[in-house]
């Protein structure tokens, strides 16, 4: 598929979210970029919103496209392809996929799913119906003992666009306002097995975390490092948690779960990145900080799908009606902001030179509407 050399005219483009800066007029090169052209086909579009295509740090929703029940297994191609049309019908036109290196107490399957995920992510590098830019990311779970295997592993195989340190051990970060009974209980009803299991499963987690869990996340930075990885930290709770991470040499932070630790991040230079479900849903799904205070406070630079794909383009309706956000700022969260965290020079803007990914929106009271998808130049329609 080739890109189509195109003059976007008679529509409201938001060039530069950062900057507030606006034109009418749009046009794209045969290279797939933003530029001056000739002999392009011109394209009215009716006096709609234009912006910059969404950038997804993280999304975990490939996940549940590779394993839809436990225990079953979809094909890679057959997820890869779904994701990537929900995606792009979002908005979304750059995607960081996160997989866990690493069990949980949640999902004790994650591991089962590491290779058929980077399968996945690398068959949409490359198909020819994929359209989004499939990225990597992967979470590396410091209570798992067989985490720092698997991902050595991983990466004499493959180089991943990004990495996070995370540490799900319960009772803290996440899962601070969850007690420990409460936990049992979830995970006795969930995975069929008796509390006193249960119980002895937690225990494990809180020893590995206590135990091993720095010398992990240690290895975790030493080797994304080594790979040129951007690192990120996960799931902070405290100022103590960010200083850590920091020494670390992380490069972001994710889902900062308390003020203390978004307020130390910016203080030490740290991006924050939250979570758009967040934000639709109007607060945090485990009682933990707003992102919409994050982001009035200035803490919190970019908004993520996490684990609802469309959670991007949905967050930026409510941050307009709701939070009352002005729409630049609010696009900003989805575009320059995240193309920022992750050192993505060559996007989140649609000024010359950029790829041409590109948005065109309707708005209806106040919730946008896709309704054409421009991904680095080749012209999708809804």
């Known amino acids: 598929v080739h890109a189509v050399v195109m003059k976007i005219t008679n529509a409201e483009i938001l060039v530069d979210p950062s900057q507030d800066v606006w034109t009418d007029t749009l046009e794209t090169r045969d290279d797939g970029t933003i530029g001056p052209s000739t002999d392009n086909v011109e394209f009215d579009w009716g006096g709609d919103l234009v912006v910059p295509g969404f950038i997804d740090l993280h999304t975990d929703a490939l996940e549940s496209r590779l394993m839809p029940r436990p225990s079953v297994n979809w094909p890679s191609t057959a997820a890869i392809l779904a994701h990537d ?3 792009v019908a979002a908005g979304v036109t750059t995607v960081y ?3 866990s290196i690493g069990n949980s107490s949640r999902k004790p399957e994650r591991l089962e799913l590491v290779r058929p995920f980077v399968d996945a992510v690398q068959i949409g590098q490359k198909h020819p119906s994929c359209r989004a830019d499939h990225k990597l990311h992967l979470r590396c779970e410091i209570t798992d003992p067989l985490m720092p295997v ?3 592993d991983l990466l004499s195989q493959v180089i991943p666009d990004a990495m996070s340190i995370m540490d799900h051990a319960p009772g803290q970060r996440q899962t601070k ?3 420990l009974d409460e936990y049992a209980s979830w995970m006795a009803t969930h995975y069929g097995s008796s509390k006193e299991e249960a119980f002895a499963a937690l225990d494990d987690l809180l020893t590995e975390s206590k135990d091993h869990g720095a010398t992990r996340a240690e290895l975790v930075a030493r080797l994304a490092k080594q790979y040129d990885v951007a690192l990120a930290t996960h799931d ?5 948690h960010v200083n850590f991470a920091h020494s670390l040499g992380i490069d972001y932070c994710e889902f900062p779960v308390h003020i203390d630790a978004a307020e130390r991040a910016k203080k030490l230079g740290l991006s924050s990145v939250m979570g758009a479900p967040n934000v639709v849903r109007g607060g945090s799904s485990g009682g933990n900080i707003s992102a919409s205070e994050l982001i009035h406070a200035d803490l919190a630079c970019a908004l993520v799908s996490d684990f609802v794909p469309s959670s991007q383009l949905f967050s930026l309706g409510h941050l307009l009606k709701v939070e ?3 729409f630049a700022k609010a696009i900003s969260l989805l575009t320059t902001g995240p193309a920022k965290v992750a050192k993505l020079a060559d ?9 041409a990914d590109i948005l065109r929106l309707g708005m209806i009271d106040n919730h946008p509407i896709v309704k054409s998808v421009i991904c680095k130049g080749q012209l999708i329609a809804f």
């Open 177 to 179: 306002k969850m007690a």
């Open 236 to 240: 902070d709770e405290t100022a103590e």
């Open 347 to 355: 996007r989140g803007t649609l000024t010359a030179g950029k790829r």
């Open 97 to 99: 996929n996160a997989v």
């Open 324 to 326: 009352s956000l002005g």
């Open 85 to 87: 049309r929900e995606l």
């Open 150 to 152: 698997y991902l050595q």
